[in-house]
Structures are given as C-alpha cells and as structure tokens.
C-alpha cells in the first residue's frame, strides 16, 4: 500500500508570507498588447476591404497593394498610428493567393516578404503595414466572417 507523507516545512525558510492586497500579479492579455495597432482586412479576391472601426468598402480587384498600403497607412496616420496590420484573406495553396508580383511594392514602400508563410513587414519612412495572410490561421477558407473567429 502507498503511503503519503506530508513534508514538513524547513526551518529556515522562515513564516509564511501573508497575503497583500495591494500586490497584485497579473499576465498581459494577448488582447491588449496587440490592440493599440488597427487591424484591416482584404480580400484581393473580391475586393472587400473592412476597416478597423468595422466598416467596410469595395475596392477593384486589380486594385495593387501598393494603393491598399497607402490608405491603410494614410487612415491610421489620422488616428495617431504609427503601424497597422493588414490581414490578406488568402488560402496556402497558391490557387487562392494573389500572384506573387502583386507583392511588388514601389511609391516608397520596402518590404521583407515571406512567400511561404505569406508574412511580410512593409515600411514607408517611419510607417509599418504588418502583412499576414489568413492562411496561416484558417487554412483556405476565403470568407470574412472568419473576422469575429479570429477575435482574441
């Protein structure tokens, strides 16, 4: 039969220590930290681009992500940012991904893309778009509806 033995405290550990209110401990929601930047949503499929504040337009779908960049930067600029993250509904297989020369960038923009895991960080001066494609989270699905899913 096994037996269980209580372990006695050490001695030299002194008291234990009583409890304080004022001392709390706590761990940063996932939420918080990454909910100071704006986050975009576009389908280069459809053309259906929803904003941060929720709203949403149509653009062309041969609209260039150079021009979907510019507004993302130019909207976050008149809310005092200084990033936004720009999430390309996309699929893995490359059937339901833009062409890769649609990741070209000019008009200032420098990008460090990853083709393969469809990520990329494009900067213009002292602006950063962090591009992410769906993919990654949602395989190929290709619906917006996917939006409320991803909601931390």
Known sequence: MNECAIAQQPEH??????PDSNIVLSRPNHKDVYSKRPDYWYNPFTGDFILTNGGSLTLS???????????????AY????SSATLYLVSGR??????????????????SDMY????TGDYTHEDFTVYLRGTGNFF????????????EW
Do not use: Q, Y
């Not at 550990?13 to 009583?18: A, D, F, I, S, T």
């Open 13 to 18: 550990l002194g008291p234990p220590v009583e």
């Open 61 to 75: 779908t041969s609209t260039p992500l150079d021009a979907v960049l510019d507004d993302i930067r130019r909207r």
């Open 78 to 81: 008149d809310g005092g940012k």
């Open 93 to 110: 297989n490359n059937d339901k991904r833009p062409d890769k020369r649609w990741f070209n960038v000019t008009h200032g923009w420098h």
């Open 115 to 118: 083709w393969k895991s469809l």
């Open 139 to 150: 395989d190929d699905e290709l619906t917006h509806g996917m939006r409320n899913e991803s």
